[in-house]
């Protein structure tokens, strides 16, 4: 995690950058999505379920998921992986059942298998050498029929700006928009520079990357765009399983 984007998040604390970041219709939309398609999918899973949460950070993913999920005869095993111990803290404060796991989810070295995967804007945040890798590690880290569920925004260079202004433009009002503005304007910056990790991909390359690592999707749904993009760009919901 760079410096600038670690000072802001000691600043604010994890709890109000859960704030900022549920005041944004995109993030909303995403999570509301990842919950319903989990529950569909965890209806036709075993009894013992593993669930890894890829880049947890607040265990966000998670807890949109499981929180105030009607009771099942299911049990769950949650892990989270982040490189920010910190946040880990964190994310198990809120969801105590979490086993951390403080490791760079393109380095860390994992031996168990997981029933559902989770990895919610994660993939962006790895560099462009890197993002191969990571695909490779998720299907390590998955038992066969697995899940893997992303969420991601898929964008080129050209349309990040027109995108987070959008996101802007809609912001819910309250005490944490101006921080949550000033983070976006943050996530707005080139991608090629050192100043922050957020390197914006197409959906193309993103699908490239995990078809070639052994993905198969199952399921593509766009779940927030401005109407200025193409279909291919915006805030992205991918169900996938490994290829035959």
Known sequence: MDEWFSHFLMQLGAEMYDEIQMLRDDY??????????????????????????????????????????????????FVGLDADHKLLEFAQSKWPSLTEKCADMVQAEIEERFDLILCSFAYHHVPDAQKLQLCRNLRKWCKPGGDLLVLEICLAESQVHA??????????????SDLCKRFLNWTMMPGDTSANTEWKVPQARLLKDFSEAGWELQESQRVWATPSLPPEAGCYYLHFRLSS
Do not use: I
């Not at 009894?47 to 929180?67: N, P």
């Open 28 to 77: 909303r939309a995403a999570m509301t999505t990842l919950h319903r398609q989990a529950g569909r999918l965890l209806h036709n899973k075993s009894k013992e379920v593993s669930v890894l949460d890829v880049a947890c950070g607040t265990a966000m993913a998670t807890r949109s998921v499981f929180d105030k999920r009607a009771a099942t005869k299911q049990s769950f095993r």
């Open 163 to 176: 995108y987070y202004e959008a996101v802007k433009a809609k912001l819910q009002r309250g005490q944490a």
